[in-house]
């Protein structure tokens, strides 16, 4: 009669090429899961203020068109004014803003520098002919709006700043 055959466990030798590399795979899988949880994007990255709803160009922005126009968008309540490179643009209101010969259908001609929309609570600073900035200059740009509530008047002034860099 034969013997049922012996189960014998063979154990594979250690190799240390391949624990360095599981051990390399591991990390790299523990850091990707890190950084996609710990990752910030969107809003987050910007951490505006609650009265800014959204600013335009982004902060940082590196690739920004010479005719871009700088754009806040407030929290209702509020209203604002901009200093763009240290110099601060008087702030037209845009019911203020008539133009007597447009005909029905037509749009009404915005004039260069920063309008303010109360409808919508948007500072909007356009650069064209008459102001110091008819296009933006290469290189970075600083922009620094001052807000504040409506009923509580320019003395509860509150300001945030970003840059840009125009290509």
Same mark, same amino acid.
């Given at each position: 009669?034969?013997?049922?055959p @012996?189960s014998? *466990? ?6 240390p090429?391949?624990?360095? #590399?599981?051990?390399a795979?591991?990390?790299? $899988?523990? $850091?990707?899961? !890190? #950084? ?15 009265? /800014? ?17 700088? /754009?806040?968008?407030?929290?209702e309540g &509020?209203?604002?004014r ?13 019911? %203020?803003l @008539?133009?007597d010969?447009?005909?029905?259908? +037509? ?12 409808? %919508? ?6 650069p =064209?002919?008459? /102001?110091?900035? +008819?296009?933006?200059a290469? =290189? %970075?740009?600083?922009? *620094?709006? /001052?807000?504040?509530p409506?009923?509580?008047?320019e003395?509860?002034?509150?300001? &945030?700043? !970003?840059?840009? %860099?125009?290509?």
């Amino acid at each position: 009669m034969e013997s049922p055959p @012996t189960s014998r *466990r063979r154990f594979a030798r250690f190799d240390p090429k391949l624990a360095v #590399a599981s051990l390399a795979i591991a990390v790299g $899988l523990v $850091l990707i899961g !890190w #950084a996609v949880v710990g990752g910030v994007t969107g809003d987050d990255v910007t951490k505006l203020p609650d009265a /800014i709803e959204d600013i335009t160009p982004v902060p940082d922005a590196v690739q920004v068109l010479a005719q871009s126009q700088v /754009i806040v968008d407030l929290d209702e309540g &509020y209203e604002g004014r901009l200093v763009i490179d240290d110099v601060e643009y008087p702030t037209q209101r845009l019911e %203020n803003l @008539t133009n007597d010969d447009v005909e029905p259908g +037509e749009q009404v001609e915005i004039p260069a520098g920063v309008v303010f929309e109360p409808g %919508n609570d948007t500072l909007t600073f356009t650069p =064209g002919p008459g /102001i110091d900035v +008819e296009s933006f200059a290469e =290189g %970075n740009h600083r922009v *620094r709006v /001052i807000y504040w509530p409506v009923e509580r008047g320019e003395g509860a002034a509150r300001s &945030y700043s !970003w840059t840009f %860099n125009v290509v």
